[in-house]
């Protein structure tokens, strides 16, 4: 059965993750499915037993991440995750997947820091003014050194970093983070029922005055970027609940006036779901991002703008063509406004052709889900287009736009 898909785009977060290669890309996405997987399982059948069927197709088929775009649910929020090439020959279909996502996550590997390619997809995410948060991995490895790593972050990216997270212990003792937002630690522990997952304690005494000294900066860095949080720490000093400082640091991310900073091991499960809450907590929701701009099909010069709205005309960007062992070809778009509806006729504007929609999918990691329709901000896989390339708009033809000038991408940027 073909659901509808009208949902509330507050709870939406469009993401991509970067990194350079080796740096932790497929694990952490990987970490990512397998835990918003259990989330989902539980949530739709609330039985133990759910988790272990997951974890056992988990082990028979190891999750992987082949699709442009695979959609995850965290805590009642919808994550659409958009695969961003790592590697700097495809720029044209770097800044592409660029401007589908609304926010990113930059992995780093732990013992090496900043390497080329991120440097570039970094630019390239500047450009795009794409708010980031950066996940420093791999801090079980020998080597790994997370003030080191946030050095070459502020040094080769030139980021205001808002550092969340502490590690707790080093490279084969690293057992978890202190978190500077509740000033409390996650540690793992081993096994709990859903697989390795933290439990919430004490910050340790050892690392007790390195907290406050963090945490102070995290607030200056906070207050730094945001008035109304600068005008109370001058008043009051660091009178901030968890709620106000998270929506502080929301703002400031979305300004992109700062890059939350998280640290953990992707590969022994550590510091991936606080990854997920930070997702949700920090990075935009569609409704966060300018309307976008396009232009009329008959003259580049006469700018059209659309906000994120099902009751908008259609406006949607094909971003990647696919094949799917099974479905064939598939294209997958980016709604930005208006609904996109299985069987309906549309205007590929780009071309001036008319086509018919087949049908409409959203990919999971282990399924995917037939849709009838989707609004505003959703990103889905769409089959039976015949004439439609990468970077074509689909459009309403009665009101048709084009978002992608001809002239895509604009010139390379040079790595330094
Ligand atoms: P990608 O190229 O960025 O997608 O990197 P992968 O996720 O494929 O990881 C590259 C290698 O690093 C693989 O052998 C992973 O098992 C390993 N790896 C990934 N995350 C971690 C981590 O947190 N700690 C350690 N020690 N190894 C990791």
Redesign the pocket.
Known sequence: MAVDITTDLSIVRNIGIM?H????????TERILFYTGISYKIGEVHEGAATMDWMEQEQERGITITSAATTCWWKNHQINIIDTP?HVDFTVEVERSLRVLDGAVA?FDGVAGVEPQSMTVWRQANKYKVPRMCFV??L??TGGDFYRVLDTIVAKLNSTPAVLQLPIGAEGDFIGVVDLVEMNAKVWRGETQQGEDYVVEEIPADLADKAVEWREKLVETVAEADDAIMEVYLEEGDVFDVPTLKAAIRRATLADKVNPILCG????NKGVQPLLDAVIDYLPSPLDVESIVGHSPKDEDVEILRQPSDDEPLAALAFKIATDPHLGKLIFVRVYSGQLTAGSTVLNASNGKKERIGKVYQMHANKREEIASVGAGQIVAVMGLKETKTGHTLADPQNPVVLESMTFPAPVIEVA
Request: aromatic share 6%.
């Open positions: 990194a290669i080796d740096a932790g890309k497929t694990t952490t790592g992995v991995n791999k079980d490895r091991t992707a590969f022994k």
